[in-house]
């Protein structure tokens, strides 16, 4: 795909989950990635992902999560709390460094690790009665000792959405956002609610553009910290854009200044899109291969 964190992933390998004898098998040959508590990842010299084992590691600690396998090797992620410090020699890189950087693999696999690893960290004890949560499945699980109740990691489902009147296409910017910045509308899906209605409901709440229909393209993990985006394409009423507090601006551009934002054109003046690791740019680019020639 022509974004990022989805591409050659790893085989989940659900059944290795319970299989203890299985994992310590596979431990000392093991993939190990390191995170640190702000969710960056440790790296070599070369700020690549380093080729830590499980044997380089020592005994596997009981905060290793199991990602998965690619072909026998067994890959895994790790706190940096848990690692042994002398084995941390490059640094740490950032996930969006990453994505642009690293092969696919490495970067897919250190995206699972990244929203697994949060997950983990802010769920250390049970919603219910406040116990602390006992990991389990090889870190998929957190089992709460006092009352028993499961806790299974949190994915946050968002919408992302490619809006049209047909022959323009809607953008908004943030005020915290890079100067001439603008990207697709985004939001949350609430409790109760479907995908569809979210799309309506979060287009007329940021820029109060009616939406009149609406089609589900493509998804991508974005763990930032746990989100899940949904690409949409929406058609709606030629609107004039309105504002609130959530965005600084929205406005429609026609498909000759979408296109000359993708190639880059007027880098010192004119529109700058979402970089090309997110669903936004490749739903922008989308759209334009639609619209270009009309
Ligand atoms: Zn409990």
Request: glycine residues 8%; aromatic residues 10%; negative net charge.
């Amino acid at each position: 795909m022509a974004f990022s964190f989805l591409d050659d992933p790893l085989d989940r390998a659900e059944h290795l989950r319970t299989d203890s004898a299985a994992l310590a098998r596979l431990w000392p040959e093991a993939r190990v990635l390191v995170l640190d508590g702000a969710g960056n990842a440790w790296v070599d010299a070369e700020g690549l992902p380093p080729r830590l084992t499980g044997t380089a590691v020592g005994a596997r600690p009981d905060t290793a999560v199991f990602l998965g396998l690619h072909a026998a090797q067994a890959w895994f992620a790790l706190p940096a709390a848990d690692a042994p410090a002398a084995l941390a020699v490059g640094g740490v890189v950032d996930l969006r460094t990453a994505a642009a950087t690293w092969p696919a693999r490495e970067s897919t696999a250190f995206a699972q690790a990244r929203a697994v690893l949060y997950w983990r960290m802010r769920h250390r004890f049970c919603g219910a009665c406040g116990g602390t949560l006992a990991w389990a499945r090889a870190g998929w699980l957190g089992r709460c000792p006092q009352c028993g109740l499961e806790h299974y990691p949190r994915t946050d489902p968002a919408v992302i959405v490619a809006v049209t009147d047909g022959t323009r296409l809607l953008l908004g910017r943030q005020a915290a956002w890079p100067a001439r910045r603008y990207s697709t509308l985004a939001g949350f899906v609430e409790p109760g609610e479907t995908l569809e209605q979210t799309v309506v409901r979060e287009v007329y709440e940021e820029s109060a553009v009616r939406i009149r229909s609406c089609r589900y393209l493509a998804s991508q993990p974005w763990p930032f910290p746990s989100s899940l985006m949904l690409g949409f394409i929406a058609d709606a009423e030629p609107d004039t854009p309105k504002v609130n507090d959530e965005l600084e601006d929205a406005r429609w551009f026609d498909a000759d200044e979408i296109g000359a934002a993708l190639r880059g054109a007027r880098p010192d003046d004119g529109l700058l899109l979402s970089p090309k690791l997110s669903i936004s740019r490749w739903l922008i680019e989308q759209w334009h291969a639609l619209h270009a020639s009309a």
